[in-house]
């Protein structure tokens, strides 16, 4: 069976009945011993910002060498997303590298450091990016890592964005979100200016209806959806034998055509061509399948980043973000990301605020160990 006849089989409902596992499994390994051909970009509009970027573009944070996202951009990918602090500055350098010589022909989003609010602070990450990617202009320059409505209307922080824009330092405004995104969306859309044209969410099979229905909310008012996080953690699991959940995740985010673009961080070049592949495939039955037993199999320890067991937590512990750097360790892989995040986080608000507590009171509404998991935090990531 080649791999449009495995996809037809998908898309027409029939797989799960005539494959199973097995078959799907034999289907999977046949495909992968197949010589790989680069897609057709497939494109979407950036919501009112008119830019025309690839539905797969290319998350840098994690890509240590600019041969991988130069590889990326030789074969279409035009968009792509990185940030001040990533890599602890280097990470756009590397990017700045892969772009020599084709500037004009990629879009470029960068990311002010979370800590920059002062006017001056913002205008300094700005130039320290210029420099870095070795560019006079970025694109969409965005707010880092809001996790709630007051930023979205910080009157300094416009201010500054506007100069940056009347300066041709920045053409587009964006925020990213990790928890609480619903309402970061709905600030987006409720605010009269509609400053911001683009939102970088972090947006999967496991979200729930309340961030899907707010990026629609959000994409209705022609504010551009980027998708982050897009695997779920990315875990590795024995669940689904040799099959790679990855695929399937990225096509159930780009069903949703609200979302303009995901940007899958890509590490290496099975990575890239792994991820690249999904361009022009569709959400199929066997896709949903295998999103089934990868959700289930990672469930036990998967955090949504959904913030509701905050409320209930009495010490004000950062559980969604905590749990967020849990993730970079224990499915990305990437221990000195995940604490250097970590150590960002107030000691007062850290998992260390726990020992203060005895039996953990905070309740996660999809059953996770809180306790158990803030125990893995401090001892992994402190």
Same mark, same amino acid.
């Given at each position: 069976?080649?791999?449009?006849?495995?996809?037809?089989?998908?898309?027409?409902?029939?797989?799960?009945?005539?494959?199973?596992?097995?078959?799907?499994?034999?289907?999977?390994?046949?495909?992968?011993?197949?010589?790989?051909?680069?897609?057709?970009?497939?494109?979407?509009?950036?919501?009112?910002?008119?830019?025309?970027?690839?539905?797969?573009?290319?998350?840098?944070?994690?890509?240590?060498?600019?041969?991988?996202?130069?590889?990326?951009?030789?074969?279409?990918?035009?968009?792509?997303?990185?940030?001040?602090?990533?890599?602890?500055?280097?990470?756009?350098?590397?990017?700045?590298?892969?772009?020599?010589?084709?500037?004009?022909?990629?879009?470029?989003?960068?990311?002010?450091?979370?800590?920059?609010?002062?006017?001056?602070?913002?205008?300094?990450?700005?130039?320290?990016?210029?420099?870095?990617?070795?560019?006079?202009?970025?694109?969409?320059?965005?707010?880092?890592?809001?996790?709630?409505?007051?930023?979205?209307?910080?009157?300094?922080?416009?201010?500054?964005?506007?100069?940056?824009?009347?300066?041709?330092?920045?053409?587009?405004?964006?925020?990213?979100?990790?928890?609480?995104?619903?309402?970061?969306?709905?600030?987006?859309?409720?605010?009269?200016?509609?400053?911001?044209?683009?939102?970088?969410?972090? $947006?999967?099979?496991?979200?729930?209806?309340?961030?899907?229905?707010?990026?629609?909310?959000?994409?209705?008012?022609?504010?551009?959806?980027?998708?982050?996080?897009?695997?779920?953690?990315? $875990?590795?699991?024995?669940?689904?034998?040799?099959?790679?959940?990855?695929?399937?995740?990225?096509?159930?985010?780009?069903?949703?055509?609200?979302?303009?673009?995901?940007?899958?961080?890509?590490?290496?070049?099975?990575?890239?061509?792994?991820?690249?592949?999904?361009?022009?495939?569709?959400?199929?039955?066997?896709?949903?399948?295998?999103?089934?037993?990868?959700?289930?199999?990672?469930?036990? $320890?998967?955090?949504?980043?959904?913030?509701?067991?905050?409320?209930?937590?009495?010490?004000?512990?950062?559980?969604?973000?905590?749990?967020?750097?849990?993730?970079?360790?224990?499915? $990305?892989?990437?221990?000195?990301?995940?604490?250097?995040?970590?150590?960002?986080?107030?000691?007062?608000?850290?998992?260390?605020?726990?020992?203060?507590?005895?039996?953990?009171?905070?309740?996660?509404?999809?059953?996770?160990?809180?306790?158990?998991?803030?125990?893995?935090?401090?001892?992994?990531?402190?």
């Amino acid at each position: 069976m080649n791999r449009r006849d495995f996809l037809r089989l998908g898309a027409i409902g029939s797989a799960s009945a005539l494959l199973g596992w097995e078959g799907i499994a034999g289907a999977a390994r046949f495909s992968a011993a197949e010589p790989f051909v680069f897609p057709k970009p497939v494109y979407r509009t950036l919501g009112r910002t008119g830019l025309k970027i690839t539905v797969v573009s290319f998350g840098a944070m994690l890509t240590p060498e600019p041969e991988v996202i130069r590889a990326a951009f030789d074969h279409g990918v035009n968009y792509v997303d990185t940030a001040r602090s990533y890599m602890g500055g280097r990470n756009e350098e590397i990017v700045g590298r892969a772009l020599k010589g084709i500037r004009g022909k990629v879009y470029v989003a960068t990311k002010i450091r979370s800590s920059s609010r002062k006017r001056e602070a913002m205008f300094r990450n700005v130039e320290e990016s210029l420099q870095a990617l070795g560019t006079d202009y970025i694109d969409v320059i965005q707010l880092h890592g809001l996790d709630g409505r007051d930023r979205v209307f910080n009157p300094e922080t416009r201010e500054a964005l506007v100069r940056l824009k009347e300066q041709g330092k920045v053409r587009f405004f964006g925020v990213t979100t990790h928890s609480n995104q619903a309402e970061v969306l709905n600030a987006l859309v409720d605010d009269p200016e509609r400053f911001f044209d683009v939102a970088l969410v972090a $947006y999967n099979f496991k979200c729930g209806e309340d961030v899907k229905e707010a990026i629609a909310r959000a994409a209705r008012v022609k504010i551009g959806i980027v998708a982050m996080k897009t695997q779920a953690g990315g $875990y590795k699991t024995d669940a689904l034998g040799p099959i790679s959940p990855h695929q399937a995740a990225l096509k159930w985010v780009l069903q949703d055509r609200n979302v303009t673009a995901a940007i899958p961080g890509m590490r290496d070049t099975a990575e890239l061509r792994e991820d690249i592949a999904v361009m022009g495939m569709r959400f199929s039955v066997v896709d949903r399948m295998i999103l089934k037993g990868y959700g289930a199999a990672i469930d036990p $320890y998967y955090c949504r980043l959904c913030g509701k067991c905050e409320a209930s937590c009495p010490a004000g512990v950062e559980i969604s973000a905590i749990n967020r750097c849990l993730m970079y360790a224990e499915g $990305y892989g990437n221990l000195p990301l995940a604490r250097s995040i970590y150590g960002k986080i107030p000691s007062t608000r850290s998992a260390s605020a726990c020992l203060d507590c005895g039996d953990c009171l905070a309740r996660c509404v999809n059953g996770l160990d809180i306790g158990m998991k803030m125990k893995r935090a401090r001892k992994h990531l402190a």
